[in-house]
């Protein structure tokens, strides 16, 4: 049986929120959760939850992070930026390896594969990535968003 832990990890700027989903036994790899972005990390939860858990119980070490502004870590959206998100994401495939050996898996939910690829693009390593319904152009999920922060302003 899997266990959960939840802590704050010290970060450039401020505290960012975790949840660890541990295996009973030695880890047969790591996982880090690039988590989808913005109003779709509140409405994804419950899932990735599962599935963390899901992932622990087959032997896997798995990071669920709050990025800058998002969720439960510190700081405001409005402070956040895509290069702090960068770091989020280097701070936690860093915290991983640094609990166990493995080969460490990049789990990328939604607007959280853009800023995967970025990752990835600027020098990130991992040796697997597992893509969920990933948005494919930023741009376009920008607009989404914009066009629902319009109708929930005139609500």
Do not use: Y
């Not at 802590?7 to 975790?18: E, I, K, N, P, T």
């Not at 779709?40 to 032997?59: F, I, P, T, V, W």
């Not at 860093?94 to 600027?122: C, H, K, N």
């Amino acid at each position: 049986m899997s266990a959960r832990e939840a802590f704050f990890a010290d970060a450039a700027f401020g505290q960012r929120f975790c949840i660890v989903n541990r295996p009973s036994g030695q880890p047969r790899g790591l996982v880090l959760l690039v988590p989808p972005l913005l109003e779709e990390l509140n409405k994804s939860r419950r899932m990735c939850a599962l599935a963390a858990h899901a992932l622990a119980d087959a032997g896997l070490l798995v990071l669920r992070m709050d990025l800058h502004g998002c969720g439960d870590s510190s700081g405001d959206l409005a402070d956040a930026s895509w290069g702090t998100w960068i770091d989020d994401v280097e701070r936690g495939a860093a915290w991983l390896r640094s609990q166990a050996d493995g080969p460490l898996f990049i789990w990328a939910v939604r607007g959280g594969a853009l800023l995967a690829g970025d990752w990835l693009a600027r020098g990130g390593r991992c040796d697997g990535l597992m893509l969920w319904h990933p948005v494919l152009e930023g741009r376009r999920n920008l607009v989404q968003f914009l066009r629902l922060a319009a109708v929930a302003h005139w609500q």
